[in-house]
């Protein structure tokens, strides 16, 4: 069978194979420690589910707009407003699949053939992929833990080329949990005015922020790089919402109106009910936020402490999200032999690095309970003074 020619040129997502491999072990009664999956371990908030089965019980079953049920789009443009500083009306919001899904819309309705899409590394995984499926090309501006895995201003300008469409920026980051400062945001916010050029804001993990770090939504800046920024955001991360698959993308009407054609035409509407959830999310109190930031808080220091004591790696420390990045290249490993060794011999689960761009690190996320953290920690200890 000959399949299309873009199938070739997209590599399987290697957290999503991890995750399922780990899961699979546990299902067959093996014990597994898994780091892998970025997925708060935590229940979907009871308020959030129960405005969903109440929009089953009235009916709401049927097929809604394309772009999103229209309160939850204004529940969305009043959040954008009050949170970040960004002065969008329910017209500039589509509802998406979760947040990939917003990021793959965008890429489609703006993305030709040739199109350059900067992309500091590491990056989410999907970035480059999703930008070779429309035969855009990704460059990888690769940044090190001297910046604190930050792309600097004089490297975005020097990467910039006739050719290029998109800068993506993600704070705080997967996988690094690196945060940029109000700063650090306005510096690169200049470089795109100057360039003219798109800049796609990806803030899905912006409540889960630690020791006073401060999220900037880069569009709030001033109008003329508010013109040029798109929001990607969601649900997932800071409602452990992820298997609800609720995501949004806002930005300026023209590509909203396309990513809302593209979508009426792959997959509709988003599921009817579990947005009458999103807008319970959001319109409802915030407590249930902050209870599993303080969590992830307490897990993040544990696993960040037991790291640096291990010999041969370090780590330093995150702003945000709910994982840790450490280099691992004094064990004389790349990460992919380090990753399938440490779950074959020691059956802990981690993401290799070079599946975010960075062969000497490796992805673990503190989303899971403090006792797999601890259990986890001593059998990658052991495993990696093995090979020291």
Not at 312 to 323: E, I, Q, R, T, V
Request: proline share 5%.
């Amino acid at each position: 069978m000959k399949l299309a020619a873009r199938v070739s040129q997209v590599t399987p997502s290697l957290t999503l194979a991890i995750a399922a491999k780990a899961k699979a072990m546990k299902a067959e009664g093996v014990d597994v420690c898994s780091f892998s999956a970025g997925e708060p371990d935590f229940d979907t908030p009871a308020h959030i589910k129960a405005a969903a089965a109440k929009a089953l019980d009235e009916g709401k079953t049927k097929y809604g707009p394309a772009a999103g049920e229209p309160k939850l789009r204004e529940a969305i443009a009043r959040k954008l407003k009050a949170d970040n500083g960004l002065d969008y009306k329910a017209e500039n919001v589509i509802v998406t699949n979760g947040g990939k899904h917003s990021l793959y819309n965008l890429i489609v309705a703006l993305i030709d053939p040739g199109d350059e899409v900067i992309i500091p590394a590491p990056y989410w995984l999907s970035y480059p992929e999703m930008v070779t499926l429309v035969g855009g090309v990704p460059v990888i501006v690769t940044t090190d833990a001297s910046t604190g895995y930050k792309i600097t201003p004089e490297q975005l300008r020097k990467a910039i080329t006739p050719k290029t469409k998109l800068f993506v920026l993600n704070s705080p980051s997967n996988p690094t949990g690196m945060v940029y400062t109000p700063a650090e945001i306005k510096a690169l916010a200049e470089v795109v005015v100057d360039a003219d050029i798109f800049v796609v804001s990806d803030e899905i993990y912006e409540k889960i922020l630690y020791d006073g770090a401060e999220h900037i939504s880069i569009g709030s800046l001033g109008k003329e790089i508010f013109a040029r920024t798109l929001i990607s955001n969601g649900f997932a991360k800071a409602y452990s919402m992820t298997g609800w698959r609720l995501g949004y993308l806002a930005g300026p009407v023209e590509i909203i109106k396309a990513a809302s054609t593209i979508q009426g035409h792959s997959t509709s509407n988003v599921c009817t009910f579990a947005q009458y959830g999103a807008i319970a999310a959001l319109e409802s109190s915030q407590d249930c936020v902050e209870e599993m930031r303080q969590a992830f808080a307490k897990r993040r220091q544990v696993m960040l402490d037991r790291l640096n004591a291990i010999p041969g790696l370090s780590c330093p420390k995150p702003d945000g999200a709910f994982y840790l990045f450490p280099d691992i290249s004094k064990t004389g490993l790349k990460s992919l032999e380090f990753c399938d060794a440490l779950i074959e011999e020691h059956q802990v689960a981690v993401i290799p690095g070079i599946a975010f761009g960075a062969d000497k690190n490796i992805r673990l996320s503190y989303a899971t309970d403090m006792a797999t953290i601890e259990k986890g920690m001593d059998r990658l200890e052991k495993f990696v003074r093995s090979r020291i």
